[in-house]
């Protein structure tokens, strides 16, 4: 009797210690969808539409519908060079602040179906979805809720009409992974012949609580972008980079689509009650859409790599822009741009030296080898963390041989929420430890970039947290 109930004991003690409980999650976390997303990291945006024909950047609405006339429209070429680009998705600007349409809605004339194009029988968007499924690409759409061209706009009959395009497009394409809503909006235009200027009330107008529940009706996976989500934001900047510290959380009272303080955007909040992470768009050229005298203005790699350093590198999703040509394709300078740039990040992360490092915590959840800190070297769902009620932890890597870095990578569990408010970097220098870098948040993922050192030792302290830091990977490079 005795010996059973000793047995039972040294049972429940070996249980205890081999089923420690994970940390429970903390603060707004992110919906299955915008975790997905969040994955997705680099994804293509392309300004094709009037625009493109008229060389303007914002149509003014009384452009006529013969102007568009792609030559070789060839959306392959573009899931293409998407896809070698290691891009996931497209998101295509279905109809820009002029109003015309690249499908043929049922709704208004001032559509390619009154086009040369197909002799007004091509649908880009159909043609788009079909190109991104033959090459596993995600399809979005840009519906600008300002309409130049609509005689309407301005009155509530344009709300329904604004509502019936969404519902065109989210019901007539397929899946679409993300839903783009503008925040320019207001101001002169063609408006059906009237030529005039037309105002509206940004946070009113458009019912947007009404108008999403539309959409989720349709799509409840869709991720609506805005200024203020729901299911991402703006970045605050059209330069393509966010700010060092950017949480994903974001307080929406007193913001909607066009009404944002940028500042706040680029960097999130801190005490935000909602996950609504940033997307940072940014054209590979000067304008969003296609001019011929931006031929030779194409960014440089440098420039590229700058920002998707300062993007994705900062907990930010990269929405990159082409404005596709006359023709219907994207320009071979642009590509042969983006190939360069994809080509130099493949490098910059092919030889991970992680994994030549020993690898010690300054603690490990419950001891248990489910939250050791060897789950850090993988991209899988395991992660490190640590026993709660500590106020700081740490990581260290160490090299049997020197080694010259040039970059840290480090990931959170986000799905456990965003809990790292800051951390610094240090390394062995003739035996003695040297401040890195000093930095703030860390999120989906954080990748910091120095000139070279050579260390036999890293070490990352975790020095402020909201909840105990949950690590799912490190890298070095
Ligand atoms: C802006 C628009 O006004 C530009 O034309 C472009 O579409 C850019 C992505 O968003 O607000």
Not at 40 to 58: A, I, R
């Amino acid at each position: 009797m005795k010996n059973s109930l000793f047995l039972l004991f040294a049972l429940f003690i070996f249980s205890c210690k081999t089923e420690v409980a994970p940390p429970e999650a903390f603060g707004p976390l992110p919906s299955p969808q915008q975790l997905s997303w969040q994955e997705m990291e680099m994804n293509m945006f392309v300004h094709f539409n009037m625009n493109t024909f008229t060389d303007m950047e914002w149509g003014l609405g009384g452009e006529p519908p013969t102007s568009f006339n792609p030559t070789n429209l060839d959306t392959r070429q573009w899931a293409q060079i998407a896809k070698a680009a290691g891009m996931k998705g497209i998101i295509l600007t279905a109809k820009h602040h002029d109003g015309f349409c690249l499908w043929p809605s049922a709704y208004t004339e001032h559509s390619v179906k009154n086009s040369p194009w197909k002799n007004g029988q091509g649908d880009v968007i159909k043609e788009l979805s079909e190109a991104c499924k033959e090459d596993g690409l995600k399809m979005g759409l840009y519906l600008s809720p300002w309409d130049r061209n609509h005689a309407d706009y301005g009155t509530p009959a344009y709300i329904t009409y604004f509502r019936n395009q969404m519902t065109e497009l989210l019901t007539q394409y397929g899946d679409l992974f993300e839903f783009w809503i503008d925040g320019a909006n207001g101001g002169t235009g063609y408006y059906g012949g009237a030529n005039e200027e037309r105002r509206i009330d940004r946070e009113t107008y458009y019912d947007w609580d009404s108008t999403f529940k539309l959409a989720f009706q349709y799509q409840p996976e869709v991720i609506i972008f805005s200024d203020s989500g729901p299911g991402c934001r703006w970045v605050g900047n059209e330069q393509g980079y966010a700010k060092e510290t950017n949480w994903s959380f974001l307080n929406t009272d007193n913001m909607a689509p066009g009404i944002a303080d940028s500042k706040i955007l680029q960097q999130g909040m801190e005490e935000g009650d909602k996950w609504i992470p940033a997307e940072a768009d940014v054209s590979i050229r000067p304008g969003w859409y296609y001019h011929a005298s931006q031929d030779d203005k194409v960014k440089s790699l440098d420039k590229m790599l700058e920002i998707y350093y300062n993007s994705v590198g900062r907990n930010a999703l990269l929405l990159l822009n082409f404005p596709v040509d006359t023709t219907g394709q994207i320009h071979p300078a642009d590509s042969a741009r983006v190939m360069e740039m994809a080509n130099q990040i493949k490098k910059d992360f092919e030889d991970n030296l992680i994994d030549q490092a020993r690898l010690t915590a300054s603690n490990t959840r419950g001891e248990s080898d489910q939250f050791s800190v060897e789950n850090i070297r993988t991209d899988n769902e395991k992660y490190w963390t640590i026993d709660e009620g500590l106020d700081s932890a740490s990581i260290e890597l160490a090299f049997d041989k020197p080694v010259t870095i040039s970059r840290v990578l480090l990931q959170e569990e986000i799905s456990l929420g965003q809990r790292v408010k800051s951390f610094t970097i240090k390394y062995k220098k003739d035996g003695q430890w040297q401040v890195l870098d000093k930095q703030t948040t860390i999120g989906y993922k954080r990748i910091l970039r120095f000139p070279e050192i050579s260390t036999d030792a890293i070490q990352i302290v975790f020095e402020a947290y909201r909840a105990i830091p949950v690590i799912s990977r490190v890298g070095v490079y």
